[in-house]
Every structure is written in structure tokens, then in C-alpha cells.
């Protein structure tokens, strides 16, 4: 039987929009009362990874699109990649960290994040402008619904890379992992590789207090096109200006 552990992942971008305090909280939530070190998440890995036990280990890591073995990452010191001095832990240890990503398909997600952060630029100028001429209506211009109609298409074309993208990492650990190995799966906490691997290789989440905080997580924080579904409903509910 081939073996799996999922260890969510979370870019030092989104934490740092969310806020840093915003997300201590949620892993304060469900710290053990044993995890009192500063760097609260990265002890809770830690701690959780002690309770494993590894034989041999292969590691498939979010953003690795490399062939070439990697014996240990240079990291600078941030606290927002305690999964990363994670998995140099491993590494030291002996896993053997595996080509993970399609570097064609992350090419094309980082385009298309670029033209949406340009799109957020011009609706956000765009409102700011609205603001300054607000005469009391609650009415839209049609140059909004262009810019969202163009947003809702990047979310959506982002969804289907991230899509494609989990399906290629689900193929190559099926490819990779071995008979009696153990795969440690570090990835994004939005991603979803799990229910896309064949059915004999055995999944479990590093812990169960891991899960929740992912679960806490997402709904708070919502992404791709469920996080703007909101704002949607905002804009179909108002009259359109000249």
C-alpha cells in the first residue's frame, strides 16, 4: 500500500494580505497547550511530524517543477514558511524531494494573476472616482461591469489552471510513490490533488488539528470566484449609470 500525508500550505502572500494577526488567531485556535515557542505553526509541524513515522519519504512540494534532487533550501528567515524549514527538516532527514509541477501550466497562472491584479488596479480607480462624483445614487457604469466581466474571466480561467495543475501533481505521485513509501504532499491550502489520486494510495492529513485550521481558513478567507460572488450581487442589484 502506498501512503500519503497532506501538509496544507500557505504562501507568505496570502497571509500577509490577510493579515498576520488574522491568521495567528486561527492557529492559536488549535494550538496544543505543549506548543508555547514563538513560531507557533511551525512548532505545531513539528510537533506533528515527531508523531510520524517515516521509513522513506518522498516529498512533493507546491511551485517545484524541477527534475534535479534538491538536498536543502537556502532559506532567508520568515516566519510565514514554517512549511518549508519543514521540509528541510525532512530533507535532512533523508525524504527525496520529487518534480512536482508543470512549470508551462504555473507560467500561465502567474499571467493570468498579473492581468488580474491590473484589473483590480483600474475597478479600484475606477471606484475611487465614484466615490468623489457620489451624488447619493446607488447606480454602476458600464466601464464596472466591463472591468468585472473581465475579472469573473480570469477567476474562472485561474479555477481551471489550478484544476489542471493539481491533476499533473496527482499523476506524478502516482507515477513516483512506490510500493510501501510515503509521500509527504506540501501544498496550497486552496488546492485539492487528494481526490484526484488513484484509489491505492491512502490519504491522511498530517493531523486532524491541521484540517481544521485549513477548513477555519477558507471560510474566512474565500478564493478564486467565491470570493467575489459577493461583490457580484452587489453590482446585479444596482441601476445602471450613462
Do not use: W
Request: net charge negative.
Amino acid at each position: 500500500m502506498r501512503k500519503l500525508v497532506y501538509v496544507p500550505l500557505y504562501h507568505p502572500s496570502q497571509v500577509k494580505f490577510i493579515s498576520k494577526d488574522s491568521f495567528k488567531e486561527i492557529v492559536q485556535n488549535h494550538l496544543s497547550e505543549f506548543s508555547t515557542k514563538p513560531d507557533e505553526y511551525y512548532s505545531m509541524l513539528k510537533e506533528d511530524f515527531l508523531n510520524l513515522n517515516l521509513k522513506k519519504a518522498r516529498a512533493y512540494l507546491d511551485g517545484y517543477p524541477f527534475n534535479a534532487r534538491q538536498e536543502k533550501f537556502d532559506l532567508e528567515p520568515d516566519e510565514y514558511a514554517p512549511e518549508m524549514r519543514i521540509l528541510n527538516d525532512l530533507l535532512e532527514r533523508g525524504a527525496i524531494l520529487e518534480h512536482t509541477e508543470n512549470v508551462e501550466l504555473m507560467h500561465q497562472q502567474n499571467a493570468n494573476f498579473e492581468a488580474l491584479q491590473e484589473v483590480y488596479g483600474k475597478l479600484a480607480e475606477e471606484l475611487h472616482i465614484m466615490d468623489e462624483e457620489d451624488s447619493g445614487d446607488e447606480g454602476i457604469r458600464a466601464s464596472d461591469l466591463d472591468l468585472t466581466e473581465k475579472m469573473v474571466q480570469l477567476y474562472e480561467e485561474i479555477d481551471n489552471l489550478v484544476e489542471s495543475r493539481d491533476s499533473y501533481v496527482a499523476r506524478q505521485i502516482a507515477k513516483t510513490l512506490q510500493e510501501d513509501e510515503t509521500g509527504i504532499l506540501i501544498m496550497g491550502v486552496y488546492h485539492d490533488v487528494i481526490s484526484k489520486l488513484p484509489d491505492d494510495i491512502q490519504t491522511e492529513p498530517l493531523s486532524e488539528r491541521l484540517v481544521e485550521i485549513a477548513r477555519e481558513f477558507k471560510k474566512k478567507f474565500p478564493h478564486g470566484t467565491e470570493a467575489i460572488s459577493n461583490y457580484i450581487g452587489e453590482l446585479e442589484g444596482r441601476e445602471l449609470k450613462g
